[in-house]
């Protein structure tokens, strides 16, 4: 079974990457991009939105797709992500949700932090962290 997904690539004025601390399974513990389920009847850029708000508390601009990729999950799922660029427009920083933490991070700091499996190089890929 194929479940969609979103995330979102922010960066600040000082080009760190806004990230959160998974806070359930799959990948409790680890760093990840904000992001989760696309529910039913809802477009990409309404659960980006969403997702921000409640695991960030930031209100943000979706923008263009980045890159997709799949994941697998527990009991035969596949994580079917799509990972969009957004802009803050507003809110105040504080995990919330599946979030255990949520900060903004530079490209060395993502690099010694525990991550999801594949972010590092993935973000790497797509041109978002440098080499």
Same mark, same amino acid.
């Given at each position: 079974?194929?479940?969609?997904?979103?995330?979102?690539?922010?960066?600040?004025?000082?080009?760190?990457?806004?990230?959160?601390? %998974?806070?359930?399974?799959?990948?409790? *513990? #680890?760093?990840?991009? @904000? !992001?989760?389920? &696309?529910?039913?009847? +809802?477009?990409?850029?309404?659960?980006?939105? %969403?997702?921000?708000?409640?695991?960030? *508390? #930031?209100?943000?601009? @979706? !923008?263009?797709? &980045?890159?997709?990729? +799949?994941?697998?999950?527990?009991?035969?799922?596949?994580?079917?992500?799509?990972?969009?660029?957004?802009?803050?427009?507003? !809110?105040?920083?504080?995990?919330?949700?599946?979030?255990?933490?949520?900060?903004?991070?530079?490209?060395?700091?993502?690099?010694?932090?525990?991550?999801?499996?594949?972010?590092?190089?993935?973000?790497?890929?797509?041109?978002?962290?440098?080499?």
């Amino acid at each position: 079974m194929h479940v969609r997904c979103v995330g979102a690539i922010v960066h600040d004025a000082e080009g760190r990457l806004l990230l959160i601390r %998974r806070g359930h399974p799959p990948g409790e *513990g #680890l760093w990840s991009l @904000p !992001g989760g389920r &696309v529910e039913a009847g +809802e477009s990409d850029a309404e659960a980006v939105a %969403r997702e921000l708000v409640e695991e960030t *508390g #930031l209100r943000v601009e @979706p !923008g263009h797709l &980045v890159g997709s990729v +799949e994941r697998a999950g527990p009991a035969g799922v596949t994580y079917d992500i799509h990972d969009y660029a957004a802009v803050v427009t507003g !809110g105040t920083l504080a995990p919330g949700d599946d979030a255990a933490d949520a900060r903004w991070v530079t490209p060395d700091e993502l690099r010694r932090l525990p991550a999801t499996t594949g972010l590092v190089e993935t973000l790497t890929l797509w041109k978002v962290l440098p080499r």
